[in-house]
């Protein structure tokens, strides 16, 4: 029995380890450009334009704000809600899903959201997801991530120094206590960690912003393999300067004009 509990003991230090190790390394933010007091201008100048009704000058009002490189919930909100207006609902779709990734208990960007999808579409995509992610995702939103994620990675290193100083022989009665709360934590970080990597790879890269047509090969020449609807979801492939591949499935994937489809990780 002591064997096995040193074996647990081992594989929770080792565990922990591992979670601190991905939470510490995650990439910082890029670090805003462009003048605030501008990007503030913009964004009340949009509000105005918006309330004149004179939606798409409200839409380029919005977009000088994101191409000076900020970006927020609120922001995507009111550029999500000018596209819809001006007739552009791909856009629409693009920033109503940019604004939910923000903010994703936001009852008015689902609601947003799901109404123009349901225009464009004609019904809810079928995301690939699982009941145990939509679980975790619940308890993902009610936790700000990344205050969790460093509060979880101090104590992960904090336990697996007492758990390193207790097999050298220092500290051993003190550390029985936190060889516990080291294993607990590391289940709870790998936990977070494996759900992180899980939603990347079963979140769409995408959406078309109009309709377009997805050829065979990256030329107009090429032969049409399919065609997409604006606000379609779709995974990025191979790029070349003016197209972009598309991946709906497995087995259907064709190439698209690079103006034609948005990427959540470039907003603009």
Not at 130 to 142: G, H, I, P, Q, T
Request: charge should be neutral; hydrophobic fraction near 45%.
């Amino acid at each position: 029995m002591r064997d096995v509990l040193k074996r647990i003991r081992s594989l929770g230090s080792l565990a922990a380890l591992a979670a601190g190790l991905a939470l510490t390394a995650a990439p910082a933010p890029p670090a805003l450009a462009g003048s605030s007091s501008s990007a503030r201008s913009a964004f009340d100048e949009g509000n105005r334009l918006y309330k004149e009704e004179r939606y798409s000058e409200a839409l380029a009002a919005y977009r000088s704000v994101l191409a000076s490189g900020f970006g927020s919930p609120e922001l995507y909100l009111n550029l999500g809600d000018a596209a819809y207006k001006s007739g552009e609902p791909g856009w629409a779709i693009y920033y109503f899903t940019l604004a939910q990734q923000g903010a994703p208990r936001d009852p008015d960007i689902k609601t947003n959201l799901s109404l123009v999808r349901r225009e464009a579409l004609g019904e809810e995509p079928s995301i690939r997801r699982s009941s145990l992610l939509d679980a975790a995702a619940s308890l993902r939103d009610l936790i700000p991530m990344a205050g969790a994620a460093r509060a979880a990675a101090v104590l992960f290193w904090i336990a697996s120094g007492a758990l390193a100083a207790s097999w050298v022989g220092r500290l051993r009665p003190r550390a029985q206590p936190l060889r516990w709360v080291a294993l607990a934590c590391a289940v709870a970080a790998l936990v977070l960690v494996s759900v992180k990597w899980a939603e990347a790879s079963l979140a769409y890269d995408a959406v078309t912003v109009e309709q377009t047509a997805a050829h065979a090969e990256p030329s107009e020449e090429a032969t049409v393999e399919f065609r997409l609807p604006p606000g379609s979801p779709v995974n990025l492939g191979r790029e070349t300067p003016e197209w972009r591949e598309v991946i709906v499935s497995s087995s259907l994937r064709g190439w698209v004009s690079s103006s034609c489809v948005a990427s959540f990780d470039r907003p603009r």
